[in-house]
């Protein structure tokens, strides 16, 4: 990619009320016996030049299939870092929209120690919400395409490295 053409930074969405701080490093934040629709995202960490950033660190959290939020415990949150490459893959559920909010996955992600921290929310394609949410950002919608098993959800987040 040539210098003069940079890519846009991921649009920054508001954290909202329930972050919680602390969660567990893994790359799979479902506990055994949740129920929901199987999600996987996957996607990389990229600079503005489109460049991978290895081991990026990325922190995820959502509502449950009922849209509800865990605020006791770490159950459907938890932090990985990018391997080598700039890949990240999360293993989830589904989340189900709730009051006023479309579907959504919060995200936090930081290239590196010295780097500022990217807060965002993905949306779903085709959510009805997502007319009417606030907080919406079509930026930020995921590519989310059905499996035989659940769905698989694809997005790129482009950071600051300094």
Request: no cysteine; aromatic share 10%.
């Given at each position: 990619?040539?210098a003069?053409?940079?890519?846009?930074?991921t649009?920054?969405?508001?954290?909202?009320?329930?972050?919680?701080?602390?969660?567990?490093?893994r790359?799979?934040?479902?506990d055994p016996?949740?129920p929901?629709?199987?999600l996987?995202?996957?996607?990389r960490?990229?600079?503005?030049?489109g460049q991978?950033i290895?081991?990026?660190?990325l922190d995820?959290?959502?509502?449950?299939a009922t849209?509800?939020?865990d605020?006791k415990?770490?159950?459907?949150?938890?932090?990985?870092?990018?391997?080598?490459?700039?890949?990240?893959r999360?293993?989830?559920?589904?989340?189900?929209?709730?009051l006023?909010?479309?579907?959504?996955?919060?995200?936090k992600?930081?290239?590196?120690?010295?780097?500022?921290?990217?807060?965002t929310?993905?949306?779903?394609?085709?959510?009805k919400?997502?007319?009417?949410?606030?907080?919406?950002?079509?930026?930020?919608?995921?590519?989310?395409?059905?499996t035989?098993d659940?769905?698989?959800a694809?997005?790129?987040?482009?950071?600051?490295?300094n």
């Amino acid at each position: 990619m040539s210098a003069e053409r940079k890519l846009e930074l991921t649009a920054a969405v508001e954290e909202g009320p329930y972050y919680k701080t602390g969660s567990p490093e893994r790359n799979n934040i479902v506990d055994p016996g949740t129920p929901g629709i199987k999600l996987v995202l996957e996607g990389r960490v990229l600079d503005r030049n489109g460049q991978p950033i290895p081991h990026a660190w990325l922190d995820f959290w959502h509502a449950d299939a009922t849209g509800t939020y865990d605020n006791k415990g770490y159950h459907l949150r938890g932090h990985q870092y990018a391997d080598k490459d700039g890949r990240y893959r999360l293993e989830t559920i589904r989340p189900k929209d709730y009051l006023f909010r479309a579907t959504h996955v919060h995200a936090k992600v930081r290239a590196n120690e010295n780097s500022a921290i990217l807060t965002t929310q993905l949306f779903f394609p085709g959510d009805k919400k997502n007319a009417t949410d606030p907080l919406f950002e079509k930026l930020t919608v995921m590519d989310v395409r059905d499996t035989k098993d659940g769905q698989k959800a694809t997005f790129d987040f482009v950071v600051e490295t300094n």
